[in-house]
T-cell receptor, first 114, second 114 residues
């Protein structure tokens, strides 16, 4: 069965610092992986997705994530945090079995200090 | 292009009352789903549908019913509201062309059960 673990429910960085949000997954088959962002009182928006074309995936707002099969990880990074990046971030996995259930991690809230 | 529209945005119910959360999408997406979001638990799948007339249970279906009579609409019914159903509910849709498609989310319905 698939599962997603996000390490750290809260992450705090200074403006201009590196952002690293961790995601590890468990899947019996090669998965599709997603990162979503949620701003207050809004729904989730897609940041980026991995679909096996390339292990380093670039998304919107300067974010990127690297798929590492050996580590079953899909960590999200951004070289320089901006105040507007403060939000909650969710990692999600869908198994490539023709089924269509997506499992979400518990989320990581990112705080950006001035 | 409105995307995914959820109504109402806020609702307060008394224990035992029933109600329907509405969800409509205008993107001709085949796949629609309902999630609930609770602090520290991410999003949990309640029910989903892969097309008109086809629905299936997700991770936490008890106490909820769905139907899909048209491609556009996917209402969620609470049969007899309980305080444990206090949550934020999100509807999402995506193209059903394999599990690599991202989901488009509505802005959510914030439901309190007294």
């Amino acid at each position: 069965a698939q599962s997603v673990t996000q390490l750290g429910s809260h992450v705090s960085v200074s403006e201009g610092a590196l952002v690293l949000l961790r995601c590890n997954y468990s899947s019996s088959v090669p998965p599709y992986l997603f990162w979503y962002v949620q701003y207050p009182n809004q729904g989730l928006q897609l940041l980026l997705k991995y679909t096996s074309a390339a292990t380093l995936v670039k998304g919107i707002n300067g974010f990127e994530a690297e798929f590492k099969k050996s580590e079953t990880s899909f960590h999200l990074t951004k070289p320089s945090a901006h105040m507007s990046d403060a939000a909650e971030y969710f990692c999600a996995v869908t198994e490539n079995t023709g089924g269509f259930k997506t499992i979400f991690g518990a989320g990581t809230r990112l705080f950006v200090k001035a | 292009n409105a995307g995914v529209t959820q109504t109402p945005k806020f609702q307060v119910l008394k224990t035992g009352q029933s109600m329907t959360l509405q969800c409509a999408q205008d993107m001709n997406h085949e796949y629609m789903s309902w999630y609930r979001q609770d602090p520290g638990m991410g999003l949990r799948l309640i029910h989903y549908s892969v097309g008109a007339g086809i629905t299936d249970q997700g991770e936490v279906p008890n106490g909820y019913n769905v139907s899909r009579s048209t491609t556009e609409d996917f209402p969620l019914r609470l049969l007899s509201a309980a305080p444990s159903q206090t949550s934020v509910y999100f509807c999402a849709s995506s193209e059903y062309r394999g599990s690599n498609q991202p989901q488009h989310f509505g802005d959510g319905t914030r439901l309190s059960i007294l």
